[in-house]
């Protein structure tokens, strides 16, 4: 009788990282205003942080808003920021009881007092917790995330803490927003869009990157498993070649 070994990389993946999009889509294909699209998109987060958790799944990153998304409108953004703000005061409590940790990658510096306020009390309450760490990335793009550790580098160079030599890829990644994490194993994307817009750009190197052709307030605990299912038929190299199990 054939056997197959299960893969290494069977199960579920140990960091799981969703580009949330296609909001404004989903509500415009409906005659719905974008804010509404919002709206629907945090009821789906609210599915997938679920069945990350009873899927397994040790990381969950989302990307909830660009640094580049200040450019849309401030009708549009005010909706953005109103549904942050209400998303941590009442949901906060659930997560904590559910023993989901939070944190926060992105640049703080220049978001509302209030917002950063939230944003902290997230990450203060939840610290100790043990289960799925869910990132949210807010404010976040990866190239000023680079950059942000590429200029705490060169001070420490500046001031003699550090020798150029001393810069190594393991020393950037040292210097990102959240480094204790691992990269993720998979991005997702909805939408039908096949681009990262900034996200994660280090630490996608050998992520495997899935994208869904359906809108993020489609997306829900099915979903979240089909995006999965394609993650564990891809074949992870890592620049070397795949053992077979048995040889
Ligand atoms: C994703 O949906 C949410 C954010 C970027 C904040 P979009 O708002 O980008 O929706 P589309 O892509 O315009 O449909
Ligand atoms: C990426 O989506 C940002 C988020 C999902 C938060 P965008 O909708 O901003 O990306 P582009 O503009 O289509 O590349
Ligand atoms: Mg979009």
Same mark, same amino acid.
């Not at 719905?32 to 709206?39: A, I, K, Q, S």
């Not at 799944?57 to 200040?70: D, K, V």
């Not at 990269?183 to 939408?191: A, F, N």
């Given at each position: 009788?054939?056997?197959? &070994?299960?893969?290494?990389?069977?199960?579920?993946?140990?960091? %799981?990282?969703?580009?949330?999009?296609?909001?404004?889509?989903? $509500?415009?294909?409906?005659?719905?205003?974008?804010?509404?699209?919002?709206?629907?998109?945090?009821?789906?987060?609210?599915?997938?942080?679920?069945?990350? =958790?009873?899927?397994?799944?040790?990381?969950?990153?989302?990307?909830?808003?660009?640094?580049?998304?200040?450019? /849309?409108?401030?009708?549009?953004?005010?909706?953005?920021?109103?549904?942050?703000?209400?998303?941590?005061?009442?949901?906060?409590?659930?997560?904590?009881?559910?023993?989901?940790?939070?944190?926060?990658? =992105?640049?703080?510096?220049?978001? $509302?007092?209030?917002?950063?306020?939230?944003?902290?009390? +997230?990450?203060?309450?939840?610290?100790?917790?043990?289960?799925?760490?869910?990132?949210?990335?807010?404010?976040?793009?990866?190239? @000023?995330?680079?950059?942000?550790?590429?200029?705490?580098? +060169?001070?420490?160079?500046?001031? !003699?803490?550090?020798?150029?030599? #001393? %810069?190594?890829?393991?020393?950037? +990644?040292?210097?990102?927003?959240?480094?204790?994490?691992?990269?993720?194993?998979?991005?997702?994307?909805?939408?039908?869009? @096949?681009?990262?817009?900034?996200?994660?750009?280090? @630490? #996608?190197?050998?992520?495997?990157?899935?994208?869904?052709?359906?809108?993020?307030?489609?997306?829900?605990?099915? &979903?979240?498993?089909? $995006?999965? $299912?394609?993650?564990?038929?891809?074949?992870? /190299?890592? !620049?070397?070649?795949?053992?077979?199990?048995?040889?």
């Amino acid at each position: 009788m054939p056997t197959t &070994a299960p893969r290494a990389d069977f199960g579920a993946p140990r960091h %799981v990282a969703i580009i949330m999009d296609g909001n404004g889509r989903w $509500a415009a294909a409906r005659g719905l205003p974008r804010g509404e699209g919002h709206r629907r998109g945090v009821e789906a987060l609210r599915k997938t942080v679920r069945a990350a =958790g009873e899927l397994g799944i040790g990381i969950l990153t989302i990307f909830s808003f660009s640094a580049e998304n200040w450019m /849309r409108p401030a009708s549009e953004i005010r909706d953005l920021m109103g549904l942050l703000r209400r998303f941590i005061r009442n949901d906060l409590a659930e997560l904590h009881g559910n023993n989901i940790k939070v944190r926060i990658i =992105g640049e703080r510096d220049g978001l $509302a007092p209030d917002i950063r306020r939230l944003l902290e009390e +997230a990450e203060d309450l939840t610290r100790h917790n043990t289960g799925l760490i869910l990132v949210v990335a807010f404010n976040y793009g990866a190239r @000023q995330e680079i950059a942000r550790a590429m200029r705490g580098i +060169a001070e420490d160079v500046a001031h !003699g803490r550090l020798t150029p030599d #001393a %810069v190594s890829a393991e020393l950037v +990644a040292s210097r990102l927003d959240a480094p204790d994490l691992p990269d993720p194993d998979v991005i997702i994307r909805t939408s039908g869009e @096949q681009r990262l817009s900034n996200f994660l750009l280090w @630490q #996608a190197a050998y992520s495997e990157l899935v994208f869904v052709p359906i809108y993020w307030p489609e997306f829900d605990r099915a &979903a979240l498993e089909n $995006a999965l $299912a394609e993650y564990r038929r891809r074949e992870r /190299r890592f !620049g070397g070649l795949v053992v077979e199990a048995g040889s």
